[in-house]
Each structure stands twice: as C-alpha cells, then as structure tokens.
C-alpha cells in the first residue's frame, strides 16, 4: 500500500510541471496585463510601461517561468498583484469556503442522489422510478444561477430565514452558525449534482442486475432488499464512487456560477476575476493547487475502489 | 407585590440584569454601515488609478487640497485660504494647521509637496497639471507656492478631483515612489475613515477616525465638515445585480450600488428599499482613431457615420427607463455649468442611411472593412456598441466587430495600427480639461491643429466668461472633427435600506459615507 501511494506521487510530478509549463505559457499568451489593469483609463504607456518593468513583467517568459518554479519548489507561490498579498494566503482565503460548500454539498447529493437512484433501480419501469427520473431530469436541467436567485428571492428575502448572500469565516471567528450562509448555495449546487449522481446510480444498478450472480442470488431464495443493496448496489458504487471523487474536485474549483450568485469568496470566483486582471501569480497558484488536488482526489479513489473491488489491485 | 416573594425577586434580578446587559450591549455594539459594491478596486491607490470603485472607497479616508461642493466649485478643503499673483502665475496656499493623518501626525507643507510631485510625475491625471508647472515648493511649516509656466486655468479643479487625483499622503509614505500602486495598508489620509483591512474576496474595511479634525465649515457636497456616524464602513464584492438587490431588500446590505435600469420600476415602488439616482451622468464614448487607419485625417467619414445613428435606440436598449437615459450630444448635462450648445446641430436625432450612404461615398469610403472593438466586461458598453453598429450596417458601412474582454481591449487600442474605432464610458469631469478624448496621449490621439490652438487658449486662461465661450468652441470642433461620438447619458442609479439617514436625494458623482448614519 505505502509503495503503491509513493509511486504515484512521484508519478505526479512531472503532470504537475507540464500543467504549470501549459498554465504559465498559456496566460502570458493573452494579451493585456496587469500593470495596464492596474494604472487605469487614464495611464499613459510610459508609466504601464515603468510598472511591467518594476513588477519583472519585461523579462523573457522562460526566465519569469523558472523564477516562478523556483521559488514554488521551495513553497513560495508568489505574491498576488492585485491584492499585494502571499498567493498562499488568498488561495487559503478562498479553500476554506470552497471546501466547506463542495463538502456541504456532497453530503446533500449522497444523502439525496444515492437512496434516489436505488429506488428508481429497484422499482425500474414504475411509477417510482418515473417520478425519480422526471424530478432528476428536471433539477438537472434548471440553470443554476436561476436556482441560487430564486432561493435567494423566496427563502432569504421573502420569508428572511436564511442570508441572502456572503460567508464569514468558520475557521477564524469559530462561529458554527456561520454554516447557515452555506445552505443556500448547497442546495443549488446539489441540485444538478444530484441528478446526475441518480442517473449513474440507477444505470450502474440497471446494469448489474442482468449479471448472472444476481440471478444467482435470487435463485438462491435471498431476500430481494439484500439482494439490491449487498450485490447490486456494491457493485454499481465503483463507478459512483469514482465521480463522486472527481465532482468533488469540481465543485471546490468550479463553482463559479453559484459562488457569484450567493457573493461567496470561493476558488472558483478567485480563478475567474484573476484571469480577468491578468493577476498572473494567483491564476498560475490556483492551477497548481487544483492540480495538485486531483491528484489526490484520484489517488483516494482509487484506494477506495481497491476496498470495494478486491479484483482491482493496486500496482 | 412581586418585590416580597422570592419569584418576585428572582424576577426583578433577571430583569436588572438584562437591562443591564443591554445598555452595555449598547455601549460596545459596533455599527458597521455595508456596502455591496460590483467587483473589488484593482487597489486603494487613487493617485494612481481613475478606477471608480478604488474612488468610491477612498473618498472615506482620503482628502484633497480643495473639494467640490454641491454646486460643482473647488473650493478650499485642506487648504485654509490661497492667493493667486495677478500675473497668474504664482498660487500660494496655506494649510489647515489642525489636520492629523491617521498615523497621529500632523500634515505639514512638505506632506503636501511630497504627494503633489508623486502624483505629477506618475499619476495619469496629474500629468496634466504638471505639464503646465514650474515648481512645487514648500514656503513654510503651512505654506505651498506652485510656480506656474503659463496661466492655467483648471488648477484648483484638478486638485480637487479625487478620481485619479491627488491625495495627500505623509512624507515617509509616498516620497519618491513610483508608478506601483501603495499597499492597502499604506493608504494612510487624513479623512474620517482610516484603511482597517482588506481580506482578498470578502470585504475592505474601514474604520472610525477618531481623531479626526473636519473642515469647520458646514457639510457641502464633497466639501466642507464631514463626520463618520458609524464606526466601520464594510466593501463587499457582491458581482451578480439580484443578488444586491436581495441583500438590501433582506437588510443583509445597507446600500448598493449600480442597479441595472430594468429593475427601476420596481424598487421605486418597493418600500424596502430606496432607489438614489446619480447626479452626474456616465457617457458612452465611440473614439474614432486620428492616428492610423480609414479615419486619420478623414473627418467627413466619421460625419458620414454619425449621420448614420440614431443614440435614442442604443440608450433605451442599454439604460432601460427614460429617467435613466438622455440621448443628448452635449457633453455636460442641461443644468450644468459647462452645458453648451456648441455644435450639437449636428448630433444626429433621427439616424438617415441614405444621407450617411452618400456622405460616405463623398469622403471616399469604398467599403473597406471598419474595425470597431468592443468588450463584453461593461453592458453599457456593449448595449450601446451592438446596436450603433447595427445602425453603420445597415448604412452599408463594413463593419468588423471585435469583442475582447477589457484588458485585451485596452492593450489592443494603444497600438495606432489595430483599430478604427473602439467604445468606452467615460465619467462626469469637473473641469472639460478632464475629458480623455483632449488627451493628445490617450488613445484616439486628437491632436489636430485647430483642436491644439483651441485647447491652449482655452486652460491658458482663468476668466470664467472666456473659458465658458472657448469651450463652446471647442464642443462645436468636436461635432466637425468627430474624435469622439456621445449618443448620450446614463444615469446610473444605487439603492440602500430605509434605515440609512443622512444621504443626499441624488448623489453629486459618487456615494459617500460621512455623514450617514444607521437606525
């Protein structure tokens, strides 16, 4: 096990350099710059001029590319341009709301899409099985800033039981309270989520059941509840639990609809404003971390798909 | 009765203790007023920056020599008094010898010189006054003398406009620094509000200035005694429009601004919230290139496609209601000190492709492609660009329509060879020698010669009446020459909760903090 996981760190390294060699490339490509975002309208070319010279943006790409990596070897990501902050800091600033949100809304999408898509499996062709696949084709087709504004709209201004929008930080004021802010957005982001979770849970099932040793099992005389959820349903979880993983990822770093939406300081915002400002530091930052969390996400699951499929061995 | 019996007192002890705990509730509770503003500011930096949200921040904290007052006048802020030589050419101020920076010292002539010559040098705006200076010296503990080369007219407004304009840092912080923009907590003023924090993606903070000395004069526009009535000032970076709105409305917000025209109707008949228009209008701005491409030196072209247009279509299509929008040429406001008529018979009402069709082909237009950039960052701009350049199309003008996001936008027009006409908005000025497009630098680059000789008489002068009639001149060159086209003014509007006391019925250019309290 331990050999295994060191092998495929070690394998992560050279992914990480060619997805930080793509990222730096790739932003130094489009045009416009930081110092012309940050001088304004009214700046002459002279001053942007003076300022892309003070901030190194003059030197050739290669040098500015391996200063970066350099210093990111030693774990030092830079400062942000525009906020004249460690890169580290804002990215931090930004994982705590992303990470509690994608938790947030993991819980909502195992404990609604997974119980859902087993009772359409199990009841296929039926009415249950209609109502469920109608109501997950519906969540999955709602838009979801439509959603996040309409919950804002009837939840949090028209009955006020919720914030309409922001996140004050759990981490610094310790205040669980402060969860609240969070729901809102969990429940738009898990609506989607949740479909599609129910509609790969239902065809993973739908799947195994025509596998001989359900047949099997059947035969046998076991129970059909047992026979769903100890044979079909463990079976099915594999390629669950695989998108689970990589929804994950998503909703920490993608989530840019629904964190502009509710106003939340998420990753997903912090990427798309960055890009915006051309604040080079914290785009190349962010990529790197994200990188660095698919990397894990995927490691994990494939440890856990090891547990729940003794045939898949770890190499 | 209930005193005598121990549930009596029980009770009597429970509600001197809540009372109690509610006064020093009270006492400790820190009112923070919360404003939900469109996108974080690129920095606090406003010498450096026009930036409108870098301005709405810093007009709490940072102060200027002179202010304008509701009436559109710069008058003496930090400044005491100042005499002017009769010649023009010496101006001599004496400071307020009672102001504090929110470091604890007190501002002194060199603070000033300091912050004036760093602003001169990299500042965009401040270019423009010191262009026109010999020096900048302190003459005293409390005493300024700006040398001028020349007689120039708008000195006191440019040192009155905070937007890109020069505010008064300390020595230690702003001597000899260049065109990289201060750190957040470098902003050290002198206003009623001072930097707190700024955490990236939540908010920028500001809090009471408790030693702050105001202005003894009464409270007049951007001048005269301001007060902080709440003890900290919170900017948040809320980017979706609904989501604003929501956040007064649920009273998560105190104020918003920048609410988008379809919901006017609306708010105005919501008692949750109130609407606050603003007072001076936003400008699309069409800049024709002078420097390079199909219109150097072709100004019956750009006549040809400003007879083209009709502005009314674009403003409806971009502002929405008709309290939002007026599609008028001028480029001050009716009601305005500097409105004038100055030829806006030419501004086009009603849009005539056959005439454009002809006067096109009179300015020797062959259907060559016209390259208009456009960006989808700002939806007044893009409102207006898309349908203006429907109307050119339909005039059986070329046109090549490029949509960049800003800052490629922004990099692309400052190469004379890449564009023909590109849009902008651009801000109310105090002063007509604020307009970018009397720029000769900024990117269009009218420098015509009528355009220079006109522009030279017009800041070498202070006589009001002679300003007044010069810039008429200079309006009515600007419909001949066509270096810019202006189908109109925007008004944009904000809104805050009922409880907010003490804000003006309609704002000057922008929202400011002083003086407001909640309730």
Redesign the interface.
Known sequence: MGTFILKRLLSAIPTLLIASLLVFSFIHLIPGDPASVMLGDMADTAEIEALRVQMGLDRPIWEQYLTWLGKALQGDLGESIYFQEPVTRVIAEGAETSILLALFTMVLIVLIGIPAGILSAAFHGGKTDQVVSGTAMLFASIPTFWLGLYLIFTVAVGFGWLPTSGFPSVLESGDLSNLKYLILPAITLSAPNSALVVRLVRAGMLDTMRDDYVRTARAKGLLEHKVILRHVFRNALIGVVATLGFTFVGLVSEAVVTETVFALPGIGRLVVQSILRRDYPVIQGIILVVVVFYILVNLIVDIVTTHLDPRVKMA | MIGTTRWGRAVRNLSAATALAVISGAAFAQETLKV?IT??P??LDTQ????TLTTIVNLNMMETLYAFNEAGEAVPFLVASDELSEDGLTAVLTLRDDVKFHNGDTMSAQDVVDSLDRWGA????G?LLYDMIESVEATGDAEVTITFKGVFGPWKNLLAFVN?GPAIYPSEIIKDR????L??EENIGTGPFKFGE?????YIELTKFEEYAPHDGPADGYAGGHEALVDKLQF?????V??RV??V??G?YDYAERITGDLYAELNDDPSVETIRHGAPTMPLLFFNSAGGIFKENFALRRAIMAALTPSEAMAIAAGPEDLWDAQGAFYPKGNRWYTEGGLDSFPQQGDPDKARQMAEEAGYKGEPIRFMLTT?YPIMYDTGNVLVQQMKDAGFNIDLQI?????????R?ETDLWDIFE?THGAVPDPSLF?FL?D??PGWWTSPEKKELEAKFVGTTDADERMALWTDLQALAYEQVPVFKPGDVYLYDIHGPNLEGLPEQLLIWPAFYGVAKN
Do not use: C, F
Not at chain 2, 198 to 202: L, Q, S
Not at chain 2, 404 to 412: A, S
């Open positions: 939900a996108d974080e690129p920095h450096m920056t026009t930036a990299h500042g965009g705006r270019k890109g260049g065109p990289e923009p750190a957040p700024w955490r990236p993606n939540r948040i970076a809320v980017p979706d609904g989501t929501s956040g409305q649920a998560d960052s960049y996001d800003w800052p490629t936008l922004v990099n692309r400052a902008t970018t720029n630098n900024y």
